[in-house]
C-alpha cells in the first residue's frame, strides 16, 4: 500500500510562449488607409533636382515641370484562423479562446512587419559587405541618407537585429549624455530600458527587431530609412479579429484579418546595413 498520493498542480492562466506579438515598423512607415480597392497609390513629388535659373534674354522666366511619380501598393488578404472542438477547449489547460485570439493576432501583427520588411529589402543603397556593428557603420548609414538629401526631421529609423544592437551597446558614444539623453546601462527612473520600443540616438529612431532577414547569422539585413520611403496600405477597418463559437459542431474560433500592401516609394531614402551577427547566435 503506498504511503503517498501527489497531486499535480495545474496553473489555469497560461504564459505567452516566446514570439514576436505586434508590429513593430507600422509606426515607422508612410501608412495610407485604403477605403475600397485593392491598390493604394502614393504620390511622391520634389522638383526633379532642377536648380535657380535667371530670366532669359526675351524677358520671360523660364518654366519647368514638377517630378511627380505615383507607387501603387497592391494589397492582397491575410488571414489566420485558429478552431478547436468544445472538448478541447474543455478538457485542456488554460483558456484556450484567449490564447487563440492572441495566438492569431500574433500570427497577423507579424505578417505586416514581414510586408514592410520585404520592401526595405529591395532597396539598392547599401554598407558593403557584412562586417559587425561599429559607430562607423551607423554613420556611414547616415551620411549616405545625408548625400541624399534625406532630411533628419526626426522621421528616420533604423531596424536592427539583436545582434547589432548588442555591438552598439558597447560602443563609447552610444551612452555619451552629448549624444543621448537616455543612456544605454544607466539605472533609475529615467533610465534606458529594454523594452518594446524605440530609442534616439544621433537624430535616428532605433528599433530592434527579431526577424530581419539573416537574424543571427553573418549576413543579417539592417535598414536605416526615412519613413517617407515605405509606403503601407491597409483597409480602413485595420485588423479584423473576430471570435465566435458553432453551436451545430461545437467548435469554438478566432480569426485575424488584414487587407493590406507595402511599396519602396524612395530608394534614396533606405539604406541596407549588411551586418555580420553571426558572434552572438546561440552555439
Given at each position: ?8 498542480q495545474y ?14 515598423l507600422?509606426?515607422s512607415v ?6 475600397k ?6 504620390l ?8 535657380a ?8 522666366i523660364?518654366?519647368?515641370s514638377?517630378?511627380l ?7 492582397a ?14 478538457a485542456?489547460?488554460g483558456?484556450?479562446?484567449a490564447?487563440m485570439?492572441?495566438?492569431t ?5 507579424r ?5 514592410i ?6 532597396a ?10 561599429t ?7 547616415k551620411?549616405?541618407?545625408?548625400n541624399n ?9 533604423a531596424?536592427i537585429t539583436p545582434?547589432f544592437?548588442?555591438y552598439?551597446?558597447q ?9 543621448v539623453?537616455m543612456?544605454?546601462l ?5 533610465a534606458w ?5 524605440f530609442w ?6 532605433w528599433?530592434?527587431?527579431p ?10 539585413k539592417c535598414?536605416?530609412?526615412?519613413k517617407?520611403?515605405?509606403?503601407h ?15 451545430e459542431?461545437?467548435?469554438s474560433?478566432?480569426r ?5 500592401g ?12 549588411n ?6 547566435a546561440?552555439q
Amino acid at each position: 500500500m503506498a504511503d503517498t498520493a501527489f497531486q499535480i498542480q495545474y496553473r489555469q492562466e497560461f504564459i505567452a510562449g516566446f514570439e514576436a506579438r505586434q508590429s513593430l515598423l507600422r509606426q515607422s512607415v508612410t501608412t495610407e488607409a485604403v477605403i475600397k480597392g485593392n491598390q493604394a497609390t502614393f504620390l511622391v513629388a520634389d522638383s526633379g533636382g532642377a536648380a535657380a535659373v535667371t530670366r532669359g534674354v526675351n524677358g520671360m522666366i523660364p518654366a519647368r515641370s514638377d517630378n511627380l511619380s505615383q507607387p501603387v501598393a497592391t494589397l492582397a488578404e491575410w488571414h489566420d484562423l485558429v478552431r478547436k472542438t468544445g472538448f478541447n477547449v474543455f478538457a485542456s489547460q488554460g483558456d484556450q479562446r484567449a490564447i487563440m485570439q492572441q495566438t492569431t493576432m500574433g500570427v497577423i501583427n507579424r505578417k505586416v512587419d514581414s510586408d514592410i520588411i520585404t520592401e526595405l529589402n529591395t532597396a539598392t543603397n547599401d554598407t558593403g559587405a557584412a562586417v559587425p556593428a561599429t559607430l562607423g557603420m551607423a554613420l556611414y548609414a547616415k551620411t549616405i541618407l545625408g548625400n541624399n538629401a534625406v532630411p533628419f526631421d526626426g522621421n528616420v529609423w533604423a531596424a536592427i537585429t539583436p545582434g547589432f544592437e548588442a555591438y552598439l551597446l558597447q560602443v563609447p558614444e552610444f551612452g555619451k549624455a552629448d549624444y543621448v539623453t537616455m543612456k544605454p546601462l544607466d539605472t533609475g527612473a529615467t533610465a534606458w530600458k529594454d523594452t518594446v520600443g524605440f530609442w534616439r540616438w544621433i537624430g535616428i529612431n532605433w528599433l530592434v527587431h527579431p526577424t530581419l532577414p539573416g537574424a543571427g547569422t553573418s549576413a543579417e539585413k539592417c535598414f536605416m530609412y526615412h519613413k517617407s520611403a515605405i509606403g503601407h496600405g491597409v483597409n480602413t477597418a485595420g485588423i479584423q479579429t473576430p471570435i465566435g463559437y458553432d453551436e451545430e459542431q461545437d467548435y469554438s474560433w478566432a480569426r485575424a484579418t488584414v487587407f493590406m500592401g507595402s511599396k519602396l516609394l524612395q530608394n534614396s531614402g533606405i539604406v541596407v546595413m549588411n551586418h555580420d551577427g553571426s558572434a552572438f547566435a546561440a552555439q
